[in-house]
Structures are given as C-alpha cells and as structure tokens.
C-alpha cells in the first residue's frame, strides 16, 4: 500500500535575502553620494579673504584658547589626586642612649716648686791649733801686744812680712819648744816701737798652726791661745 503522506516543502528564502543586500548596498551607495556632494560644495566655496596683517598676527581666539588649554592642563596637573602616596620616612626608633656622665677631667695639682735653700758658702776657717800642745805657759791672742797681733795676722794671710829674715827657719836650739823636725818652725819679727832694730820680740810658728811669744829674744815662750 503506498503512502501517500506529503512532505510539507519549506519556504524558499534567497529571495528575501537577496532583497535585503540589495537594500543595505542602496543604502552605502545613498551615503556615498551624500558624502561626495557634500565635499565638492565645500571645495567650491571660496575662502574669505583675510587681510594680509590679520594672517601675520594670531589670531585671539587661538591665543585664548591656546591659553585655556594651558590653564586646563595645568589645573589638571594640579587638581589631579596624586595616587602615588609620598611615603613618610619610617620612624625609625633611635636607640636613645642613657645618660653616660662624661667624667669630669679631675684637677691635677701643678706641684709647687720646692725652694731649695742654697747652702750658704761656708767660710773655711784656718785650723785651729790644740788649745794646748806644749807644757808652756798659755797666753790668749786678746793679751798679746798689738804689734804681736798684727804679726799673727801677717802669718795668716801669707805677708807681706817687715823684715827679710821673717820666716826663715828657727832652729830651737834652746830646746825650750817641743821637739820637732828641723825646718818645722819658723820666726816672724814683733816690731817694739822706738826700737831701731828688731827688737827682742818673735813669734814662732809650726807647721801644724801652733803659734809661740817671746818677748825676750827665745829666753822664754809662752805659747798662743786663740
């Protein structure tokens, strides 16, 4: 048995889309004329002539709006938020020292300079003779004459001495002073005023410093006590 069920066909749509290319290639076209008229009515129109000075000088408008520009950039500049956050410098914690007390430089006494007493120079004294050498009579340097005195001083200071004879040797013969060496002693001249020679006075001296009177040409001494 046949089947006679027939296939519904579809409906055919190319035509219904070559319709709408031919509308939207119209419509490009349409557009593309009305760009070229509205060009060559442009080019047509002849420019206002301007005059040669106005063209050297700029022109106001441009200057004022050169010059809002600026301001406009430059108050975007200005008022525009600065995103980038300028970091604060970290406070960084300073280890805060203690107090370390400078010591204070301790004073340190200039010593003094010490006076130290210059020794005074001594005065080297003649040696004194044994307040007693011999078994003579003493007699002190105060008591003698002063012409004996200043025989003694004579001897001190090494002369000059009166007479030519003063400090030549004396012999002892009369062995009245203690024994000694020949040349041990030696004689001075005691001046006796009104005397025309020597006279009879003497002292007699030994070299250890012992001093001897006479005032009786070495009949008799005494011996010195100074």
Same mark, same amino acid.
């Given at each position: 048995m046949a089947n006679n069920t027939q296939t519904p066909q579809q409906?055919?749509?190319r035509p219904l889309i070559t319709i709408g290319i031919v509308i939207i290639l119209g419509l490009i076209a349409l557009a593309l004329w009305q760009s070229g008229s509205q060009n060559s009515g442009t080019a047509s129109t002849e420019p206002s002539a301007t005059p040669v000075a106005a063209q050297d000088q700029p022109a106001a408008s441009d200057t004022s709006d050169s010059k809002e520009a600026?301001?406009? #950039? =430059?108050?975007s500049d200005s008022s525009a938020p600065d995103d980038t956050d300028t970091p604060e410098p970290s406070e960084? #914690? =300073?280890p805060v020292s203690e107090d370390t007390a400078t010591p204070e430089p301790t004073e340190t006494a200039t010593p003094e300079p010490t006076e130290t007493a210059t020794p005074e120079p001594t005065d080297t004294a003649t040696p004194e003779p044994p307040q007693q050498v011999s078994n003579l009579s003493p007699i002190a340097y105060e008591?003698?004459?002063r012409e004996a005195q200043d025989t003694i001083e004579l001897i001190d200071e090494g002369g000059p001495f009166p007479y030519d004879k003063d400090g030549t040797t004396f012999q002892n013969r009369e062995g009245i002073l203690p024994d000694a060496p020949e040349g041990y002693y030696s004689e001075y001249t005691v001046i006796t005023p009104g005397s025309d020679d020597r006279g009879a006075r003497r002292i007699v001296a030994?070299?250890?410093g012992e001093l001897y009177y006479t005032d009786d040409h070495y009949a008799s001494f005494e011996e010195v006590i100074r």
């Open positions: 409906p055919n749509r600026d301001a406009a #950039d =430059t108050s960084t #914690d =300073t008591d003698l004459p030994g070299e250890d």
